[in-house]
């Protein structure tokens, strides 16, 4: 009891000393706080007591200039130009409908413009100012500041607004910017106070929307002392904001807008990209649209034309839409067949113009058949049975493995909006997304890139470039920031045999440069540019056996919807790469007729960088293209430039 | 070693026991509630209604409340203290799962008559539990990992739940109460050597893997941050309130503007002009002098419960004063140090003055809880 009695003791007085401690600290804060109040209360009160009384300090919040952004070559896609503004202060103005009517009794505003910025008024915190009008001119800012008296509240400024001078041609890749929405600030949970701002402008698609944050800089501030009319007396404080960095991205404006021009007409899409460095060169999808509509506000009519268009022109096709490859693919499945060595190059396989399998006819495109093909005469003239065969020998999991190691079913990192995955079917993906069982014919159909196989064109330019190089190239879009140049690398060698590599470039250049090879008449003639490349064309129909008896629909006699997507890729030159290019026409027909022809010209403009040479075509066609040159060296985008507005 | 176990020379029974409360204590609190009584009746621009009268009515209940739990023996709380934890922190789940969200994301129960925060409650049943439990522990025990454990869990237990809610500040406060009365009860002074190491350890690594490779937060979460450490970053936000706040404040000079000659309009830019930014009309009103007198008193009233926690043997009861007390201090701390642009601005009221029922019958039972180990401590 003793001990006891001694422990407790000691544990008191371990207590007792602990309190005193944390008493003393309390006391010491308890002086801080004291400190603090005196230093508000006594040493700035003078300052404070005049700013409480004779005039008010007000903060404003000083928006960023937001980055710039420009081609590869310097070439300015998307500026800021200056933009005189009208702006209202609530809780300066008092009696807001009064102000406004004075105002527009000075400048002209029509109804819906003092309907829209009352209601904005109404909605926002009295502190904020609010953009009345915009776009308005010099003799309209001088009128309303000789008025000044009469309109307390309301100041005329300067702000920027977003100008994209290539307008269409980049609406795809860049995309546009517009005024935050609820939707966007549910969306983002950003707690920027730039956000906060009535009408303030982020991106909302594309580059503008992927990039935002770095584009959009942060707000600085300023402490100004007001008078009662919320006019600024005097700067009392600056905080400085920091600009947006300017993008630079990979992309030639020139070669965009000569893919733009070529494309136009159709719906269709493609892909530039350079082989040495995964740069891409040129984006193009088409119809487009013109992005400066979206800036000010898109009118209602302008809007639903844009919707209900059945080309889809609001779609970035290059990256969101996805597409069966077709015989593209037959690339893939022979990758796959070559480096499980189930085939050598030059072994052959029959094709009878059908493979039977399970009871079911597979036909080939050529319904009396190829006879004895190799894996080039196959490609070359694009059979369908050699792959059928090598598919069900190889089994679609190392085909599907394949087609992932060149860049197929994997969402690229590219900065723009909704880029696809596309889809590479494996047995376990059609469990879980279908709850079925793989058969024996999905295989088949895969094998030359129909059924569940989708690809987008970046994909399938992607592709190619790993076949014309060998090594593992990354898309890039964005080549500096703010100067800094963004990684980029050459990509690592590809884990494939470089031999079998090398055959299938063989027979690519077959599929281009022999006779008989289904490109053939798309080639180019210039030894040193010659191009490498493969036909697609996947249909977006089951042909029935009845059809078949009869003959099968001719693609001209079928509505549009219904027609078979053309498409082609290719690289050039062939002994040295320098370009690869993927061309999707939708519901074009044939790729070696609609899409081929486009994908050469994209190539030798590219190589060329301009408008090539006519020996660059066959002979016949150098008329043909002459005329066709002219044409589109005339096709400028469609951008709403300042003389239209004053206009 | 407990209560009991002294030689229990005169205890006051009965009604006497009023005569025994530490009166001091009591006229220190009520001066404090009638500053409240007064700014409200001031803020609401020289009127009882709608805050200085129900936030009397409210006094009176707890003065009453305070009184009845004085006169409850100390032995009575004591055996109740795990049941009162218990209890709230079912309370606080409750919430979680069905409470109503006020504007600021404290919720709430409706009881009818009253909206209970659990939060509130929660500040001081931990205080309780934790001063049972070192009561219970053989004080050799006390700085073995397992039984440092324990209460580390009883105290991050119920603030998990409030930083559901979410309340930061309210969580922070429980932490800092808890730890507080850790280090009181005598725990080895390693263990909060390590914690605050190790916490600065991890808000230096945190910022440090900003804009790496590594980085271990949100872009978006880095810049909630910074706003919430500089708000003037955010200047039509929270930077706007904490700027009209320092204004109202400095513009009161030594001896401020007088009673209810305070600019009002200004301050109609403070949304909470009469809960947690209060302390800025008392002092843009009565000035520095005013303001340092209610600092004064405050200061009085820990004062009061330190020595009265010294001079009592008994150790739960005077954990359980210390713990109130500190609970007390980061109250009016925390608030001025916000209102003055010293901290970042956390929900937190100024204890007896803001308008609030949560807040003020908690505090005045709190203080019933100081009053009942006062009256029957060990003599």
């Known amino acids: 009891m003793k001990r006891k009695n001694a422990d407790h003791e000691a544990n008191q007085s371990l207590m007792s000393r602990r309190a005193l401690v944390v008493g003393g600290l309390q006391f010491v804060l308890v002086g801080g706080l004291a400190a603090r109040m005196r230093h508000l209360q006594i040493n700035e009160a003078d300052q404070f007591r005049t700013l409480a009384e004779e005039n008010r300090i007000k903060f404003k919040l000083i928006p960023p200039a937001r980055g710039e952004v420009f081609d590869r070559n310097g070439v300015q896609l998307a500026q800021n130009v200056p933009n005189y503004q009208i702006k209202m202060v609530r809780e300066d103005t008092r009696d807001v409908e009064a102000v406004i009517a004075r105002l527009s009794q000075i400048i002209d505003l029509d109804e819906e413009t003092i309907e829209r910025a009352v209601a904005l008024i109404k909605r926002s915190a009295p502190f904020h100012p609010i953009t009345i009008t915009d776009n308005v001119t010099w003799e309209d800012i001088s009128r309303v500041s000789v008025n000044a008296p009469a309109l307390p509240g309301v100041t005329p400024e300067v702000g920027l607004s977003r100008v994209y001078p290539l307008g269409s041609d980049f609406a795809h890749i860049l995309g546009y910017v517009g005024p935050v929405s609820d939707y966007d600030m549910k969306r983002i949970d950003d707690p920027d106070p730039l956000l906060r701002i009535p009408r303030f402008q982020i991106g909302k698609v594309g580059v503008e929307a992927k990039e935002e944050i770095r584009l959009r800089g942060s707000a600085g501030s300023k402490q100004v002392e007001v008078n009662a009319a919320g006019r600024e007396m005097r700067e009392l404080g600056r905080r400085e904001g920091k600009p947006g960095a300017n993008i630079q991205l990979t992309i030639d404006s020139k070669l965009q807008n000569y893919l733009q021009a070529r494309l136009d007409g159709e719906s269709a899409s493609a892909v530039v990209i350079d082989c040495e460095t995964g740069d891409l060169v040129a984006i193009g999808s088409a119809p487009t649209y013109d992005p400066n509509l979206f800036v000010s506000g898109i009118s209602v009519a302008d809007y639903r034309e844009l919707t209900e268009n059945k080309f889809r022109p609001l779609a970035s096709k290059a990256v969101q839409g996805t597409y069966p490859p077709g015989s593209i693919f037959k690339m893939i499945t022979a990758m796959a067949a070559l480096e499980d060595g189930i085939i050598g190059p030059d072994d052959t396989v029959r094709c009878n113009g059908h493979l039977e399998v399970a009871d079911r006819k597979f036909h080939c495109w050529k319904r009396s058949g190829h006879g004895s093909v190799d894996l080039k005469n196959s490609l070359k003239r694009s059979c369908d049975v050699y792959y059928y065969d090598l598919a069900l020998k190889v089994g679609i999991e190392k085909i599907s493995t394949m087609a992932n190691v060149f860049g197929l079913g994997v969402r690229h990192n590219v900065e723009m909006s909704a880029v696809a995955r596309g889809l590479t079917p494996t047995k376990a993906w059609k469990k879980r997304v279908h709850d079925k069982d793989w058969v024996i014919g999905d295989t088949v159909n895969a094998s030359i890139g129909q059924g569940d196989m989708l690809a987008s064109p970046l994909q399938l330019a992607v592709m190619t470039a790993r076949l014309a190089t060998g090594r593992e190239v990354t898309p890039r879009l964005v080549k500096s920031v703010d100067g800094i140049e963004q990684a980029s690398d050459a990509g690592t060698p590809l884990k494939v045999d470089q031999n079998n590599l090398k055959k299938m470039r063989q027979a690519m250049f077959a599929v281009v440069n022999d006779r008989g090879g289904t490109a053939n008449k798309s080639r180019i003639t210039i030894d040193k540019m010659r191009m490498a490349g493969k036909t697609g064309t996947s249909q977006v129909r089951n042909i029935s056996a009845a059809e078949r008896r009869t003959g099968v629909v001719r693609n001209e006699d079928l509505p549009w919807e219904r027609r078979d997507h053309a498409l082609f890729v290719d690289f050039a030159p062939a002994d040295n790469p320098k370009y690869a290019v993927a061309v999707i026409v939708e519901h074009g027909g044939g790729g070696s007729t609609a899409a081929a022809p486009i994908a050469r010209d994209i190539t030798l403009q590219a190589l060329y960088d301009g408008p090539p040479p006519l020996e660059a075509y066959p002979s016949k066609d150098r008329g043909r293209i002459r005329s066709q040159q002219k044409r589109l060296a005339k096709m400028r985008p469609m951008a709403k430039t300042r003389d239209d507005d004053k206009a | ?379």
């Open chain 2, 1 to 379: 070693m407990s209560y009991l176990e002294y030689t229990v020379k005169s205890t006051p029974t009965g009604l006497r026991k009023i005569l025994f409360l530490n009166w001091p204590l009591t006229v220190l609190l009520s001066s404090v509630a009638c500053v409240g009584f007064l700014m409200l009746y001031s803020v609401a621009g020289g009127s009882f209604k709608p805050w200085a009268e129900p936030q009397m009515k409210r006094f009176a209940v707890g003065l009453v409340l305070m009184v009845a739990i004085g006169m409850t023996p100390i032995w009575f709380w004591r055996s109740i203290a795990l049941f009162c934890y218990g209890i709230t922190v079912i309370l606080l789940i409750a919430v979680d799962l069905f409470g109503e969200e006020g504007k600021g994301a404290q919720r709430w129960i409706d009881l009818g008559f009253m909206r209970l925060q659990p939060s509130e409650l929660m500040k001081i049943t931990l205080v309780m539990f934790l001063a049972a439990y070192y009561d219970w522990l053989p004080p050799e025990k006390k700085s073995r990992p397992l039984w440092v454990l324990l209460p580390i869990a009883i105290i991050l237990l119920p603030t998990a739940l409030v930083i559901q809610q979410p309340a930061l500040g309210t969580s922070l406060l429980l932490v800092m109460a808890g730890g507080g009365i850790m280090f009181l009860a005598g725990v080895h002074w390693a263990y909060f050597a390590a914690v605050i190491t190790s916490g600065v350890g991890l808000i230096v690594t945190v910022f440090q893997s900003r804009e790496t490779s590594w980085q271990l937060l949100n872009n978006y979460q880095y810049r909630r941050i910074d706003t919430f450490i500089d708000p003037s970053a955010d200047p039509l936000g929270a930077g706007y309130h904490i700027t009209q706040s320092k204004i109202a404040l400095g513009s009161g000079g030594w001896t401020g503007r007088g009673f209810m000659q305070g600019p009002q309009s200004r301050l109609n830019f403070l949304p909470e002009k009469h809960t947690d930014f209060i302390f800025t009309t008392l002092a843009e009103e009565f000035g520095f002098v005013g303001g340092i007198s209610l600092l004064a008193i405050y200061l009085l009233v820990i004062f009061f419960c330190i020595a009265s926690a010294l001079a009592n043997r008994d150790r739960f009861s005077s954990l359980l004063i210390l713990g109130i007390a500190l609970n007390f201090f980061l109250f009016f701390s925390v608030n001025m140090a916000m209102v003055m642009g010293l901290i970042p601005v956390v929900g937190v009221p100024l204890p007896l003055v803001s308008y609030g029922g949560s807040a003020m019958l908690v505090l005045m039972l709190a203080f019933g809880l100081v009053q009942s180990a006062h009256v029957h401590r060990p003599r």
